[in-house]
Structures are given as structure tokens and as C-alpha cells.
């Protein structure tokens, strides 16, 4: 995939609250090999961002404090960046002046805005970060909920267009060219904050961490303590948090699952969930409960989980077969069939007589 230059090695984020933050102990790397006893109990902080809990766990790390207070500082930064709910942020005033003038902003900003645009091109448009009037109609997971006016959704749908975002790299500005237009950054934001923690760790020499972004980004950072690899459970649709479908073992990875079970509502015996087509405005039709990414960093795993939902079963795992790399997917099906790409036909295991492997 031609987004994936200059980032880290195999890295898997839990995305949109789908992968259960269920850690399963006592799985050894190599399968056949108890590891050593562990030294320390893990010194944990938690972070609110991007209207999310964040909670990160540091194992055997004489300087855990230290670097908890930085993360503390660059997610902080973050918000006041990538943030669009949070007033005074760069992305606030992006929209603010929509229609008007550009906006100077961060190089944090400029790179989250330039790769969402490229996810937007490679992905057809399937992901397009100026849906950000369509979330706020909808509204869904924050009380309220209902199916909007056929001509709302119409004036909305017309302000969707990421080819309408100018990014200037240089002057580092950013500027929607029509009033009305939204900006959000969600789809990935939580991603690059992902990778910017993990790279951040990683370069301070810390052999064993895990970062949940609110149960919808998870990483594991090098192994267990003990040296076992994280056993990791994906959480069940249909059943409550902390009850899995079935694990994997990761080391040094990440995680992200975009699912349709945990923010949602129903109108009229009609259930509609948080993920939206950009074509429709509405949320996609098809007959999966989930899919699963696993990538070579949070960023690309994000924007995945959420465009190859939208693309649905067929389309979906042709297009992640196609992409010739590292990357993974899982989909769980209406009718409680689970497909995998070829390369996660021997690392996943399914653990619930409920499920089908397909093979």
C-alpha cells in the first residue's frame, strides 16, 4: 500500500471500540516455553483526549514516571491540535473559517491532514474526512439520536468533498473552500496519536508497554514481561466487553476494529450505527458486525478498519488481499462467519462455538 513509507514494523491498534481490552495471561511466545517471572507490576496513568479515556501501561521501567508526564504533554498537544470539539484547536478554527480564509497550523496537523487526504484518493472517497456535518446530524452515541430530515441530510451530504480541502505544506495552512464544511480527523486522529506515543516509547528504550486509546486503539509495544507474547481477545459482537470471539498472540503490534454493536440506535425496528457512507450519508449497508485490521501502524489500521467496512465482505477482503503487504484483515459476518486474509489463517484462533472459521 503506497501509504505505508517510512513507519514502524508491525504495529496493531484496537479500533472503534471493538477489540476487547481483554488481556489474556499465560500464553507463552513460543507456545511450548513458560517465560520468566515478571519483576514489577506495571506503572499505569490514565489521559482524556479526542473525548476519550487513554490509558497506558508501562512494565519494567526504572523512568515509567518521566515518561508518563511527557505523554501527558504531547496528547495534550494533540487535543489542542486534531481536536474539532474542542474550542480554541487548530481543526475548530479550520472549520470556524471555512468558506473564508485559510488557517496556519502544527506540522502534526499538516501530516494528519495530508494523509487523510491520501487515504481519501486511495480509498475512492469511501473515506473523507470532511464528514464531519454528517457525524454531528447523526449524532449517534451521544444521546438524542434519530434519523435526520431527508433535506437535512441532503445539505450535509452536498458539503462532503475532500477534494475541497487545500493544504498548503509550505505556508502550513489549511482551508475548506466551501462554508459549511466540517473537518474531522477522527478517523485517524486517534491513530497518530497511537504511533506518536509507540514511536515515542520506542526510542526511549522501553521493552514492554500496552496504550488503550479508549478500548478503539490498543498497542503492544515489544512482549510481556516475562517474555511471552500478549495474548490478545477480540471482543464478541454480540456479547458484553470482555467476552471474546477468539485471540491472537502479538508482539510489538497493533490492533483496530470498526464495528456497528456498540454505537448505534434504533428507529422504527431499524438499527443504525455510527459508521457512514460518504456516498449515502447514512450508515452502510451490508451484512458485516465487524472487521478487523491488523497494519504496520495505527494510522493505517484506523482508516482501514472504517473504508473496508464500508466496502463490504466481497470488496473488502479482495482489496486487502490486493494490497501486497503485511496488513490483515478479519470480518465477522451477520450470519456469524468469520473470513480471514491469507495471512492470519494460522495466528488466529477462534474460541467461541458460536463462530465459524470460513476457510
Known sequence: MRLKQGMHKLAVICGLLAISSVIVSGCSGNGDKPGKQASTEPVARQYYIFDTVVNIKLYDDAKAEEHLDHIDTMLKTL??????????????????EAGKQPV???ENTVAVVKRSIAYAEDSGGLFDPTVGGLVDLWNIGNGGEHVPEPEDLQRELNLVGYKDIVLDEAKRTVFLKRPGMVLDLGGIGKGYAADEVARYLREEGVKSALVDLGGSSIIVIGSKPNGDSWNIGLQDPDSSRGISVGTIRLNDHVIDTSGIYERYFIEDGVMYHHILDP??????????KSVTILADNAMDADALSTFVYVMGLEDGLQYMENLGDDTEAMFITADDKIYVTSGLKDSFQVSSAQYTLVE
Open 79 to 96: 487535543d489542542k491540535e486534531l481536536s474539532r470539539t474542542l474550542e480554541g484547536s487548530q481543526l475548530y478554527k479550520v472549520n470556524e
Open 104 to 106: 496556519e497550523v502544527s
Open 279 to 288: 456516498r449515502t450519508g447514512s450508515p452502510a449497508q451490508n451484512d458485516l
